[in-house]
């Protein structure tokens, strides 16, 4: 069995909250490699999406492992003391916990971890996106597993037609749900269509519950925290090929761009643009949210790859889209639906205004029933 473990934090941005300084790319590139000469990792990569540090390694220590989740947590801390030496935005941001206590889950980074038996040819995709929430995986793994106008194996390759095992996490009450699909596809869509709350977290085949061939990070920091401390930008991983969608069908929900939450200060929606890891910088407005997708091979646990799949031309239609979205968008400004709804925004200054307004507001005077005269 082999582990592939992504672990991704922002602890510090440049410049702003918009990319990583090379250097916390270098300090963690150099403590994997020194992980892999102690026989602690397999393999490993490092690549960012936004403000966001992206690890994906491989090991044979099992999903929770305290010992990678401790290495990943050191990383973060040195990357952490580079940030604050440049002097970069929000370093350490994401580190809620004051040290380590045996998981990084609920400390703040974002996890997604799957324990596999792999496959003569095991080819997955890790997706990071940033200036977004946990949920914004629900659309896209709702079609590749569920969407046959997205999965055309769902319908013609009978090792996909009895469909998939989807797992839902609430965020709010802490539990959790399968759901069989294609049967009981309405009853999820009943609840993943509130990615706020609810979130996919894993997807199994109907004939190996026990191997996950998706897997997301679910943490939603401002929870975690009880106030605002920085966006739940989340990562995924997802197995293709031989019974499971084919890559291109894994891709395939990020050529119609839908919106998620989390553009500008947490607090506004915006078009998930699909870029190459180069373009993975956002910049106007703080956006638009970005995706990135590093396509891999497993070589007996060793990482092949990546290639950076949403940066292939296909997509260039998808980017302009976005743009057009994100037009559409920042023409409401402070109203929704470009503003999130009162209750989901990061940032607010709604109390403070409240108080201020105290003494000010007076009830309106009962009206007088309009009555039709004959
Ligand atoms: C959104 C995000 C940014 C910041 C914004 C204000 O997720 O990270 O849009 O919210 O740049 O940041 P502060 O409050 O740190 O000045
Ligand atoms: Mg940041
Ligand atoms: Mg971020």
Avoid at 22 to 33: K, M, N, Q, T, V
Avoid at 97 to 108: D, H, I, P, Q, T
Avoid at 209 to 238: F, N
Avoid at 260 to 288: E, I
Wanted: net charge negative; charged share 20%; hydrophobic share 45%.
């Amino acid at each position: 069995m082999v582990t592939i473990s992504a672990i991704k934090a922002d602890v510090g941005g440049f410049v702003g909250h918009g990319a990583v300084h090379p250097r916390l790319i270098g300090e963690a590139e150099r403590r994997i490699g020194e992980a892999i000469a102690q026989g602690l990792l397999l393999d490993g990569r490092v690549s960012s999406c936004g403000d966001d540090v992206n690890m994906v390694m491989t090991h044979h220590h099992g999903v929770d492992a305290d010992v990678v989740h401790h290495f990943a947590w050191d990383a973060f801390v040195a990357m952490t003391a580079i940030a604050k030496e440049l002097h970069l935005y929000g370093a350490g941001q994401d580190l809620l916990a004051e040290a380590f206590s045996g998981n990084v889950r609920g400390a703040g980074p974002g996890v997604a971890e799957m324990e596999i038996a792999e496959r003569v040819s095991e080819p997955f995709v890790v997706f990071a996106a940033d200036k977004c929430a946990p949920g914004a995986w629900n659309l896209p793994l709702y079609k590749m597993f569920c969407d046959p106008f997205n999965t055309a194996g769902l319908v013609i390759d009978s090792k996909m037609h009895a469909g998939f095992v989807i797992e839902v996490h609430d965020l709010i009450d802490r539990r959790r749900a399968l759901f069989h699909c294609p049967e009981q596809m309405y009853d999820l869509l009943v609840y993943i269509g509130t990615p706020g709350r609810f979130v996919v977290k894993h997807v199994f085949r109907r004939d190996d519950p026990d191997q996950p061939v998706a897997s997301s990070s679910t943490s939603r920091l401002s929870l975690i925290a009880g106030r605002y401390v920085g966006k739940d930008d989340p990562i995924m991983i997802v197995r293709a090929q031989n019974g499971l969608p084919a890559v291109g069908e894994v891709l395939e929900p990020f050529a119609a761009p839908y919106y998620v939450a989390g553009w500008m200060r947490g607090s506004h929606n915006g078009p998930l643009m699909p870029c190459g890891l180069q373009d993975a910088t956002p910049a106007r407005f703080d956006g638009p949210p970005r995706v990135v997708g590093m396509g891999f091979q497993l070589a007996d646990g060793c990482l092949v790859g990546p290639r950076d799949m949403l940066g292939d031309v296909s997509f260039d239609r998808a980017r302009g889209i976005a743009l057009e979205m994100a037009d559409h968008m920042r023409r409401t400004g402070p109203f929704e639906p470009s503003r999130l709804p009162a209750q989901d925004m990061e940032y607010t200054t709604m109390p403070a205004v409240a108080r201020a307004m105290e003494g000010r507001w007076e009830p309106i005077p009962d009206t007088a029933p309009i009555v039709a005269t004959p």
